[in-house]
DNA sequence: GCAAGGTC
């Protein structure tokens, strides 16, 4: 029998080859430059297999000519037009290899890769071997490693081609275009005709519904940082000096309050005074001293390159995207699209650790993990079966500029992985003084390990006095003293990276194009506040949203739950529990009702552009020197270390934005600014008052409405008011704030303050509160089901273990009949594997109840 | 001149 396999693209292709053919195999060149074909025998069944590949998707949907045009129909009839999948012109030498190819075969064995993308590939690859020969009998090899053992199973016991999958992402992609192309030519042809500045017909001001939530999330910390305004707390600032070892010179410990700060100046007036007049001593209560660990990087997915890279290289996640393309292209890094962050057990890092020992840099680092001082990486949670973490996969020394850096970098990381964790000893002094907690903590580094090769990462010694429990003294320093909350900064690449990547906006692959193409299309500006860039919206960025949210649209356009909802309608289509058309449709009524009131309403969003352009438009001409324009926090947030108070007031003079955009007349921004903030109390001294006095007292700020106190509420654990604390401990958090019990022991709760700000602001979603679900409603066919097709119910992680206090969804049914739906409610709905769905999962969505479908790596669920 | 998803 003449077998021909497809994968999804090259690198695969050979991958099996070479395994299936045990490498004795006769390659073949195509038209495609990068697709060969491979002939050989398979031993284990005598069949005569010929291997070849696609390049991703081989269609893409398009509208016939009578739509095509955009002034050739009313934007409204896109939804209900005709659409057919084309072959682009530069997918033709694939399609016409395979369809070659299967003229001879007797079986086509789909190789795609096994997610839902996978599946609709292998059914493109199908419909053109079909049409070259109709009776070949079309299977899907089914594998999730490129190990031997798993390929050869995969050959040997293939299954079919889950229609299911394909659907669901045939009706995305007509969707997707569909809504797209209504949207972008309506508002692009409205503003066209009644804004000025737009008037040109150049400027495509498009609508996605990945592009739109992406420029949300910018917009939405623009306003956060534009209404913030800064309130003023107290804390009790108290030191010790003692002689030092150097004459004349002053050794200081400073104790931080357990309390962290209060927002109420009576109150901590209460207790300093309490304090200072009673003339006792402060007694050490505690001395800890324990070894402490700085854990070595994981190994790096793509997501993670884009944002550590942004972080600390400064370069744009779609520049380090395409600079490690390039790289792999030449064979200098793996493949750098995985979300992989383990290594398989087989990995040999030897002979890649051993090509970097002629590194003038990092060579004498690699020498000493090959002299014994490996340590296996860590593993991470994640594994896309297809490919591993990036590494380097050879050295090279002639590279220079940004690819230098991106090469080193993930050379680096890679290295480092590989190496052992920082070892420190950390020692924590806790006082007691007249009932107030305090605390010191001092760090020495032992060992720098992975630090060596991995500057990027910080971690230094902070030496303090030794101490000893029972030990009393009078404090150096004892004071009242206030600092300011400080403005949020507004988001970097990478925290819109990581903010895509939590609301399910893209996929690792895209998400980088998006901030692309909402930078493109003057949406989003970058603009630098020294090293760092930040993501500011341009006025018409910001004139869109405001515009779209004023007219009341239930389910705003910026914001990422309409795309959950054409997630959450193809888990449907994926378990059987919809069709594709009645997604389509679905949808199309979604979307067509909101396009008539979006439509209706339009001259909102006129008026919002409008006014943005022509108002600020000038802003930053208008207003030079207000360097502000990054809101840099300068990290001592909100410790009010007693210096000067808002963070990241730049140098006098514009930031200068190195994009030439800026040019472009319709993508002014406008600065945040705080000049006008009147509310704001007087500035504190910069000199901390003197000693055991406390300072007079600023006006009171006016209160404000869920600023600092989340919802008028004060944050609760489960023994009361719970008290906001700093982290100090040297570590990525330090200076961070946090919420938790007040109680020792308490009652183990905890949040960090800005998880309670964004789930307060509703802007952006904190991790664990935030859901994926709906919560059953009266018109709920969009909520969760479960594979009985019931609504599923939402519950709580009650065992001991990390996973407690998670919620998850369930069949509703009691034990004995409960189906084995089960979904995490932080994490996006997936669809469950082809292969591990029970055979009654598909057709009307009855199900037998009792069969684990799901492996569960946290064991924390198995069903019958 | 529209989208988002694969991949080179």
Redesign the pocket.
């Known amino acids: 029998m003449h077998v021909l396999c497809v994968a999804?693209?090259?690198?695969i292709s050979k991958s099996i080859t070479q395994i299936l053919s045990g490498g004795q195999f006769s390659t073949r060149s195509t038209a495609n430059k990068?697709v060969k074909n491979y002939d050989f025998e398979y031993y284990f069944t005598n069949d005569y297999y010929t291997v070849t590949c696609v390049?991703?998707?081989l269609t893409?949907?398009?509208?016939f000519d009578t739509h095509?045009k955009?002034?050739s129909c009313d934007p409204f009839d896109l939804f209900e037009a005709p659409v057919q999948a084309t072959i682009p012109e530069?997918?033709k030498s694939i399609e016409r290899n395979i369809f070659n190819e299967a003229k001879n075969a007797d079986m086509l064995m789909i190789w795609t890769?096994c997610d839902r993308?996978g599946e609709h590939i292998g059914s493109e690859i199908e419909k053109v071997c079909k049409r070259a020969k109709r009776t070949i009998n079309v299977k899907r090899a089914r594998f999730s490693a490129i190990i031997a053992q798993q390929i050869h199973n995969a050959a040997q016991h293939p299954v079919n081609l889950d229609r299911a999958q394909a659907d669901a992402v045939e009706a995305r992609?007509i969707l997707?275009?569909k809504v797209?192309?209504a949207f972008?030519?309506m508002q692009?042809?409205a503003l066209?005709r009644q804004v000025k500045k737009i008037e040109d017909?150049k400027?495509?001001v498009?609508?996605?519904?990945?592009?739109?939530p992406t420029l949300g999330f910018v917009v939405a910390r623009y306003k956060d940082v534009q209404t913030f305004r800064p309130e003023t707390f107290w804390f009790i600032y108290l030191t010790l000096s003692q002689p030092s070892s150097s004459p004349g010179d002053a050794r200081e410990t400073r104790f931080t309050w357990r309390r962290g700060h209060l927002f109420e100046y009576d109150a901590a007036l209460v207790i300093y005074e309490m304090m200072i007049t009673s003339g006792s001593l402060a007694r050490v209560a505690k001395v800890t001293k324990k070894e402490t660990k700085k854990w070595k990087p994981l190994p790096l997915t793509t997501v993670e390159l884009q944002k550590a890279g942004s972080r600390l290289l400064k370069l744009a996640p779609k520049k380090i995207l395409d600079i490690a393309?390039k790289l792999y292209?030449q064979g200098y890094l793996s493949?750098p699209?995985t979300e992989t962050d383990q290594f398989d057990p087989q990995f040999d890092f030897a002979s890649l650790i051993d090509k970097q020992k002629d590194d003038p840099a990092w060579g004498g680092f690699a020498v000493s993990l090959s002299d014994g001082d490996f340590s296996r990486p860590r593993n991470g949670k994640n594994n896309d079966k297809?490919h591993p973490p990036i590494h380097p996969t050879g050295h090279v020394s002639n590279l220079i500029g940004d690819d230098k850096r991106v090469y080193e970098f993930i050379t680096r990381r890679f290295l480092a992985s590989c190496s052992k964790d920082a070892l420190g000893w950390q020692t924590t002094v806790e006082i007691d003084y007249e009932g107030e907690e305090f605390y010191a903590t001092g760090l020495t580094v032992l060992e720098k390990n992975y630090l060596l090769v991995f500057p990027y990462d910080k971690w230094v010694d902070n030496n303090i006095p030794d101490f000893e429990k029972g030990e009393e003294f009078q404090p150096s320093v004892c004071e009242l003293r206030d600092g300011q909350t400080t403005r949020p900064n507004l988001l970097t690449e990478a925290d819109l990276v990581a903010l895509m990547d939590k609301n399910g906006i893209?996929?690792d692959?895209?998400i980088a194009q998006?901030i692309d193409?909402i930078v493109t299309r003057n949406y989003v500006i970058e603009r630098y506040e020294g090293a760092t860039k930040y993501l500011l919206p341009s006025t018409l960025g910001i004139g869109l949203v405001e515009g779209y949210n004023q007219m009341g649209l239930e389910k705003s356009l910026d914001k990422p739950i309409l795309r959950r909802e054409t997630e959450r309608r193809m888990v449907q289509v994926c378990n059987g529990q919809k069709s594709k058309q009645e997604m389509i449709n679905q949808s199309l009524e979604q979307y067509k009702e909101m396009f008539m009131i979006a439509k209706g309403n339009f001259d909102k969003v006129v008026t919002s552009v409008r006014n943005y352009l022509e108002r600020h438009g000038d802003a930053e001409q208008g207003r030079p020197g207000d360097g502000q324009g990054g809101g840099g926090n300068n990290g001592e947030g909100y410790h009010g270390s007693g210096t000067a108070g808002r963070g990241g007031r730049a140098p006098e003079g514009r930031s200068t934005d190195p994009a030439s955009r800026a040019a472009v007349p319709i993508i002014d921004i406008i600065i945040p600014d705080d000049s006008d903030d009147d509310s704001q109390p007087p500035p504190r001294t910069s000199k901390p008052p003197s000693a055991r006095q406390p300072p007079k007292r600023p006006t009171p700020p006016p209160k404000l409405p869920a600023s600092r106190n989340h919802d008028s509420g004060q944050i609760h654990c489960n023994c009361g008011p719970a008290v906001q604390r700093t982290v100090v401990k040297e570590s990525a958090s330090k200076g961070r704030l946090f919420w938790t019990c007040p109680n020792k022991p308490g009652c183990g709760f905890f949040k960090w303050d800005d998880d309670v700000t964004e789930l307060c602001n509703k802007a952006i979603p904190a991790k664990r509160p935030f859901s994926y679900r709906q919560e059953p409603s009266a018109n709920d066919s969009e909520s969760c089901r479960c594979r009985c097709n019931l609504t599923a119910v939402r519950k709580t992680v009650q065992k001991e273990g990390q996973n407690k206090g998670r919620m998850f969804w369930i069949c509703p049914n009691s034990d004995a009949a409960r189906c084995s739906f089960f979904e995490w409610d932080d994490e996006p709905p997936r669809a469950e594997p082809a292969h591990d769905r029970p055979p009654a999962a598909s057709g009307s969505g009855g199900n037998k109840p009792g069969t684990c479908f799901k492996c569960n790596e946290e064991g924390h669920w198995a069903n019958g």
Do not use: I
Not at 60 to 63: E, L, M, R
């Open positions: 999804e693209k090259p690198s990068f390049s991703g998707h893409t949907p398009d509208f095509r955009w002034n530069t997918s890769d993308e992609t997707d275009l797209g192309a972008t030519r692009t042809l066209q017909e400027n495509v498009s609508y996605g519904p990945c592009q739109f393309e292209q493949y699209r297809a893209g996929t692959a895209t998006h193409t």
